[in-house]
């Protein structure tokens, strides 16, 4: 990567601006009339991927108002109830910024184990609200499949991120996170 | 390690702060939303607005590539297609020599019954832009809008069939809600028995028959049309074929293509004229009728 060229706080921005880079081009395949017919599952939700794995790796680079937007914009464009998944997503994100302190130094697999708390924590926490104020909520197998697929999805996605734009781990030696947090 | 500690420590409390921030707004935006929906409503179809076309340079070109990629994949088994499709032409033929005769008859029987076609039943063409993007929701968006004078209510059709009603208006955009959609209902009529009943979206290919007066003069492949009951929807609009799922359940099979929404007519429908009154009795007036007449005209300019 370039980062001996970029100076930290600069390629900070950068990385932001890439999170919402990418959140707009899953928003935008996924409003692709390509499929108008009705489907039987769900494909996993690559917002709430990148929020999390952002979140998980490098919570500066997805602080909580980026989060709340990106996810507001989809709720918006998705036809979903205005704010209330970008409410649970952020609730959910910060959560985990604040467990994965301790688990700055742990092997994958925890990781893992807690992105899927955090979509279940989503996805569970959504439809728990849809149904309190009494919107007509989706079928429990369709929600169910879609929890399933994200976070069946998390590691792929995670992997590309890390091989595309170098998305590590903070670890206590890097000192370009630690002056602009 | 310990500084870093100690950074975070002080760092904290206003990052808190500031996604607790976020998180109220955006409860506050949902709560709203509940509480006045066609505002926050208006509100989404104008960001719709604002965002969907801008993608569009970017879509419509990977959606015909997909589209390519789809098509060619079909090119494997096009010797069987062919056959298929000679098969079907032979078919069409026959029914192509049904349908001249047909309307021979149809139009000797207009000339006879001197009929008049609804003149007000015109539509507007619209390119399908996007799909609702989550699978929980079955709607499209359509590239004509407010400006090209779309109401919200009006019903879309592609060729053949009914496709949905226009929900959610904004200047260039308006989203179509599928007959799919769990929250689609729309009245139709069940041809030839006439029963009226109502179609219900539930996010399957087939939505489902409810509110049917007598279900025994109903079998599958009986037509469904529109019953413009409700004064919203155009009568007469073909919806499809009745179709009982192994449940037992009717569903209706839908008449249009539902896999391949392209383009959609959208018919302009200013309402039919509904009577006011019922018709008076006709004759000369009584006398003592006469009197309260002149009386009550006589009041009106007061009252």
């Known amino acids: ?181 | 390690m310990a500084r870093n500690r100690q950074d975070e420590d002080y760092v904290t409390p206003l990052r808190r702060l500031l996604a607790s921030v976020v998180v109220l707004c955006l409860i506050a935006v949902f709560l709203v939303w509940r509480i006045d929906s066609p505002r926050v409503e208006r509100f989404r179809a104008q960001v719709v607005d604002k965002v969907v076309p801008s993608f569009d340079w970017a879509m419509a070109p990977v959606t015909a590539t997909v589209n390519i990629l789809r098509d060619f994949q079909s090119y494997r088994r096009i010797h069987e297609q062919n056959q298929e499709l000679r098969r079907e032409l032979q078919q069409m033929k026959a029914w192509k020599e049904a349908a001249l005769q047909l309307e021979q008859e149809n139009a000797r029987l207009l000339d006879l019954n001197n009929v008049r076609l609804d003149p007000r039943l015109t539509y507007i063409t619209g390119v399908v832009m996007a799909d609702s993007g989550s699978p929980f929701r079955q709607s499209v968006l359509l590239n004509v809008g407010a400006r090209d004078g779309i109401v919200d209510g009006w019903a879309a059709m592609d060729g053949i069939g009914l496709v949905g009603r226009i929900s959610g208006v904004g200047s260039a955009t308006s989203r179509v809600v599928l007959l799919t959609d769990t929250s689609s209902r729309v009245p139709v009529t069940v041809q030839p028995s006439g029963q009226r009943a109502m179609l219900m979206g539930d996010n399957t290919v087939a939505p489902h028959i409810d509110f049917l007066e007598d279900k025994d003069l109903v079998r599958p492949g009986d037509r469904v049309i529109s019953s413009g009951d409700g004064g919203v929807f155009p009568a007469g609009l073909l919806v499809g074929q009745v179709a009982e799922d192994p449940g037992g359940r009717l569903r209706v099979r839908l008449a249009a293509d539902y896999e391949r929404l392209e383009f959609l007519r959208v018919l302009r429908h200013l309402g039919s004229d509904p009577l006011r009154d019922p018709g008076g009795i006709v004759g000369p007036l009584l006398p003592g009728h006469m009197a309260e007449e002149a009386a009550t005209t006589a009041e009106t300019p007061d009252g």
Not at chain 1, 35 to 42: C, I, V
Not at chain 1, 50 to 78: E, K, S, W
């Open chain 1, 1 to 181: 990567m370039a980062e001996v060229t970029i100076t930290p706080a600069s390629r900070l921005w950068v990385m932001r601006g890439v999170f919402v880079l990418l959140a707009l081009v899953v928003m935008l395949f996924n409003l692709m009339p390509l499929e108008t017919l009705p489907r039987k599952w769900a494909g996993p939700d690559l917002i709430l991927v990148l929020c999390i794995g952002f979140t998980l790796r490098r919570p500066d680079y997805a602080p909580p108002v980026l989060v709340g937007l990106v996810v507001f914009m989809a709720d918006l464009l998705f036809q979903r109830p205005p704010g209330l998944m970008a409410a649970v997503t952020v609730l959910a994100c910060e959560y985990l910024k604040y467990r994965a302190r301790g688990l700055r130094e742990l092997p994958f697999p925890v990781e893992w184990l807690a992105a899927g708390l955090g979509v279940v924590l989503v996805l569970g926490g959504f439809r728990l609200s849809l149904s309190l104020f009494l919107i007509d909520t989706p079928p429990l197998t369709m929600t169910a499949i879609r929890a399933l697929a994200t976070i069946l999805a998390y590691p792929v996605v995670v992997l590309l991120l890390q091989a595309l734009l170098g998305l590590r781990k903070q670890g206590p030696g890097d000192t370009d996170s630690l002056e602009f947090r």
